[in-house]
């Protein structure tokens, strides 16, 4: 009789792929509600300092550590994978700034 592992092995990974393929979803999900959130707050911000805060993306990562430990996740991932959704992020802020700079300014008509 083979290994109960054995028999079960490849059930139990289709299992939990499919797991992950719903988490995937939620966590989609999530990052565009934060995406939409950031492009609201980039139309608050008037400059590449303010897009770029260093002093915030500082703030964000030692959260994000802290969230991972207490989550029993290695920080080093949750770090990670926030400094890239932050690097991106960052790039579109700066492409909004540019785009609105950019834009010829509104004309008054009276």
């Not at 989609?28 to 609201?40: I, K, P, Y």
């Not at 139309?43 to 993306?57: F, L």
Request: aromatic fraction near 0%.
């Amino acid at each position: 009789m083979p290994p109960v592992d054995a028999v079960d092995g490849p059930a139990r990974i289709a299992e939990l792929r499919a797991a992950v393929d719903r988490l995937d979803q939620r966590i989609v999900e999530l990052l565009a509600v934060r995406t939409r959130v950031v492009r609201e707050l980039t139309v608050h911000k008037s400059d590449e300092a303010a897009v770029r805060s260093p002093d915030r993306v500082r703030q964000v990562l030692d959260r994000v550590r802290e969230l991972a430990d207490r989550h029993a996740m290695p920080p080093e991932v949750a770090v990670a994978t926030y400094r890239a959704l932050i690097e991106e992020l960052t790039r579109m802020q700066l492409e909004m700034l540019a785009a609105r700079r950019a834009a010829p300014a509104p004309t008054d008509r009276r």
